[in-house]
């Protein structure tokens, strides 16, 4: 137990409250080695992504050097011989692979099994909380968020807009090029923004949820012990407050004023960054519009987290009805 | 005694080795009528049994009779999709086993579980593995996501697809919660608590959501009461978390599984690896 509670990384780094035993506790916690695991999968198979862009990538380069070489080369960087078929028999090499890979998989599954037991603790008890009580794992996402927005936001409207957004992301990229293979030069805008969302806005979040969060849903350091006695000083004010803007009817409006505000200054960023590129022309002007509306949406969460954490600043627009 | 010959005379046949003997045994039985109405075509290796083996195949004419050659290898796909299905089957069925062995009741659920880990032959490697595939899977799910993405999967014409997949990304989580409460713990009590407060956060919906009061949305006609079955989660709550568990999501998620590989067919199948297109062949937009 750490005689002084951990209040910034400074003291983490200088009083060394490293624990590694209860980092490995917590790491080897049958329920957690999934996420391991997935953090490790993540990792390897964005990097076999970047590695076959890299080399999509050259050749691409290579081809437009070279027009000649455009009209007869193969267009793949996978070994071809022009006396090989282009296609080949599914029977036997691809159910060959695929029964392979069921047995990988299912040898797996079975050394997992005999050697990790699922969880089980007390029967519910409606009268004794767990702290920390936390969603399943692969919701810690929304669950972090929660410290940030209130539960309508955080946990109905968000996970619409990300749904939403999804789906609607065919429908909204225009761009012909990388279809069918792997590329980054061709995607840029695509690529970063989705990798942005998913490994920042959604596995960085599970991790932060499953290793840093502890009781009271208060942040630990890894390795930090976890001290249920922790007490957190945090002083937060509203955006009304920092202006000295007060009264039901004012404070409405000024939220209203600053959330319209930053969707327009957003929307005119995100216009004056992107009206350059190629894919704009192609684009129309619905398709853009919810390009540009879920962008800055998406990117209103890490911005409200960012005020958060930087100037203890709680909701922007009080109402009420909700509260943002 | 002058000896007969010609068409009268028999010769005793050269006598068969055990290996010949086997080999006539083994075309007797394929020539036989059970064996011909079970197995329709020829099993050597030809270019028209190859594609048999998969066309005329239930299962498997799934899949078609050729494919392109680098879309083998593991490097593109990953694999992903077909784990995924895979582990959907192992779900189901080590579901179905553990589910001779639950009752969904408030009285018996944890008991039963102690009794699967504990008392069951194997029934903690079959509780293991049904969870563990259930972790499992909605990881693959999230890599073949970032696969089809990274690949530019969901391009015309296969934009439908992945709309299809973001619901099938949906059900998997959606199974994996409801099966989360299934044992009664502490751990699935208030995970589901506080999963299901979230609903009643819902704007118009929810109790506790804005605009509730002026709609006179309250604890006991709200959304999270229809997803209860009561204001609090109780025995009715882990019923209907079992039938969505069971019954209804997997009867939706197969329903949209049957679409999306049927898509993955339709639009073309396995997208690549396509030839690498340059920008100077795109053709220039329509005018609008």
Known sequence: ?324 | MTENKGSGTTTKPPKKSAKERVEELEQELKDSQVWKSVFRHKLDDTPRNRSLAVLSNVFLHLHPARINRDAVRYNFTWGMGGITFYLFVVLTLTGVLLMFYYHPSKVQAFRDILYIMNDVPFGNVLRNMHRWAAHAMVITTWLHMMRVFMTGSYKPPREFNWVIGVQLLLFTMLLSFTGYLLPDDQLGFWAVTVGTNMARATPFLGHEGPFAPELGINAFNDVRFALLGGSIVDANALLRAYIWHCIAIPIIASVLMIVHFWRVRKDGAISGPSPVMLASEVKPPKKR
């Not at chain 1, 400074?10 to 409250?17: A, F, H, I, Q």
């Not at chain 1, 695991?37 to 990792?43: D, K």
């Not at chain 1, 209130?150 to 968000?158: F, N, R």
């Not at chain 1, 429908?171 to 969302?197: C, E, H, S, V």
Request: charge should be positive.
């Open chain 1, 1 to 324: 137990m750490p005689q002084n509670p951990v209040n910034n990384i400074d003291e983490y780094l200088v009083n060394k409250v490293f624990d590694g035993h209860q980092l490995w506790e917590l790491v080897t916690i049958p329920d957690n080695v999934p996420i391991v695991l997935m953090l490790g999968l993540v990792v390897f198979f964005l990097w076999m992504s970047f590695r076959q862009a890299k080399a999509n990538d050259r050749l691409i380069a290579n081809l437009e050097k070279n027009p000649e070489m455009a009209k007869t080369h193969h267009r793949n960087v996978f070994p071809f011989h022009k006396s090989w078929d282009r296609t080949v028999s599914v029977w036997p090499y691809l159910l060959k692979r695929e029964f392979l890979a069921a047995m990988i998989v299912t040898a797996f599954l079975i050394v997992w099994s005999v050697y990790l037991n699922a969880p089980l603790e007390e029967p519910a008890n409606p009268t004794l909380t767990m702290n920390p009580s936390k969603a399943p794992w692969y919701f810690l996402g929304l669950q972090e968020i929660l410290v940030y927005f209130d539960p309508w936001i955080a946990g109905v409207v968000l996970p619409f807009l990300i749904v939403g957004g999804l789906c609607i992301i065919p429908y909204i990229d225009t761009n012909p090029l990388g279809n069918g293979y792997y590329t980054f030069k061709q995607r840029k805008f695509a690529i970063t923004t989705f990798l942005f969302g998913f490994l920042v806005l959604w596995v960085a979040l599970v991790i932060l949820g499953t290793f840093m969060r502890g009781p009271g849903w208060m942040f630990f350091y890894p390795g930090e012990p976890w001290d249920h006695t922790k007490v957190v000083v945090e002083v937060n004010r509203n955006l009304n407050d920092i202006f000295g803007i007060t009264g039901t009817v004012p404070v409405a409006i000024f939220g209203a004023v600053v959330v319209a505000g930053y969707l327009a200054v957003g929307g005119a960023v995100f216009h004056a960054l992107f009206r350059k590129t190629r894919v704009f022309a192609r684009m129309s002007t619905i398709q853009y519009a919810h390009l540009v509306l879920f962008f800055v949406l998406m990117m209103s969460l890490p911005i409200k987290m960012f005020i958060r954490l930087a100037f203890n600043i709680k909701y922007v627009w009080i109402t009420p009805w909700f509260n943002i």
